[in-house]
């Protein structure tokens, strides 16, 4: 592992102590430890807060994702070339509702949009 690799894990790892602090002290707060709370509380806390991390990180990514994208790609229908947009929609990933960046080209030709691949084999 390089030492970039390295200090980006060990930063992670950080961040991933101080959001459990974050949702200890929320909770500490809530007066969830005025009596010694069931595990499936703590437990429910600390799954939500993944969630919420999760569509962060999903986000985050499929805006890296379209940034990579081509300002302009071929219709898989009839090859013209079209002009590639970014466009923002939500959606229900299994961790609640993500909203999304996504690269869309609209073929004017062939009168429909696409979905344009940021990679060689054609998997999105």
Same mark, same amino acid.
């Given at each position: 592992?390089?030492?970039?690799?390295? &200090?980006?894990? @060990?930063?992670?790892?950080? +961040?991933? *102590?101080?959001?459990? %602090?974050?949702?200890?002290? #929320?909770? /500490?707060? !809530?007066?969830?430890?005025?009596?010694?709370?069931?595990?499936?509380?703590?437990?429910? &806390?600390?799954? @939500?807060?993944?969630?919420? +991390?999760? *569509?962060?990180?999903? %986000?985050?990514?499929?805006? #890296?994702? /379209?940034? !990579?994208?081509?300002?302009?790609?071929?219709?898989?229908?009839?090859?013209?070339?079209?002009?590639?947009?970014?466009?923002?929609?939500?959606?229900?990933?299994?961790?609640?509702?993500?909203?999304?960046? #996504?690269?869309?080209?609209?073929?004017?030709?062939?009168?429909?949009?696409?979905?344009?691949?940021?990679?060689?084999?054609?998997?999105?």
């Amino acid at each position: 592992m390089d030492a970039e690799r390295q &200090a980006r894990t @060990e930063r992670k790892q950080q +961040l991933i *102590r101080e959001l459990a %602090e974050l949702q200890v002290a #929320e909770m /500490a707060d !809530a007066g969830q430890f005025d009596q010694a709370p069931r595990f499936g509380a703590i437990e429910r &806390a600390a799954s @939500e807060l993944g969630k919420e +991390l999760s *569509r962060a990180a999903q %986000e985050r990514a499929a805006r #890296e994702a /379209a940034a !990579a994208c081509e300002t302009q790609a071929g219709c898989p229908r009839c090859g013209a070339l079209c002009d590639v947009t970014a466009k923002r929609r939500t959606v229900r990933s299994i961790d609640g509702p993500v909203k999304l960046t #996504e690269s869309v080209a609209d073929c004017q030709r062939c009168r429909r949009s696409f979905f344009p691949s940021t990679d060689s084999d054609g998997i999105g």
